[in-house]
């Protein structure tokens, strides 16, 4: 089982730049597309990034408002995956989780669907203040 714990979350400033890590003390996620979305109060879950298993190419791929500004990368010897954050405005503000696709995948599909996923972590906030 992929177990996910997020850390990284703070309040910071605009413009400041912030990096949230995903560890998975589980069964290792190396084979598996891995991401992260984001949840604002009072909205629904949105994909921020993702990353295809690096043996399978390592294709990364990003929300719109995002693409310029973070940076997903995954460590497959530290078992974690970590969203680098530049740039940050106030619209970032949101609780940030990672997640886990165990299921069949396919590396030229783009896995944006939070039900997509099958695990998640409990989830990392981030404030951005203006």
């Known amino acids: 089982q992929v177990q996910l714990v997020e850390s990284g979350g703070g309040l910071v400033k605009s413009g400041d730049s912030l990096r949230l890590s995903c560890a998975n003390s589980?069964?290792?996620?190396?084979?598996?597309?891995v991401a992260w979305f984001r949840q604002a109060p009072g909205e629904e879950r949105e994909f921020v990034a993702a990353?295809?298993?690096?043996?399978?190419?390592?294709?990364?791929y990003y929300e719109d408002s995002v693409k310029d500004r973070f940076t997903i990368s995954r460590d497959n010897d530290k078992n974690r995956v970590y969203l680098q954050m530049k740039s940050l405005k106030p619209e970032d503000t949101a609780v940030y989780y990672c997640a886990a696709k165990k299921t069949l995948y396919s590396s030229n599909v783009e896995y944006k669907g939070w039900n997509e996923y099958d695990d998640w972590g409990q989830g990392t906030r981030v404030t951005v203040s203006s």
């Open positions: 990353q295809n298993p690096t043996a399978a190419g390592g294709r990364r």
């Open positions: 589980g069964r290792t996620f190396v084979g598996y597309p």
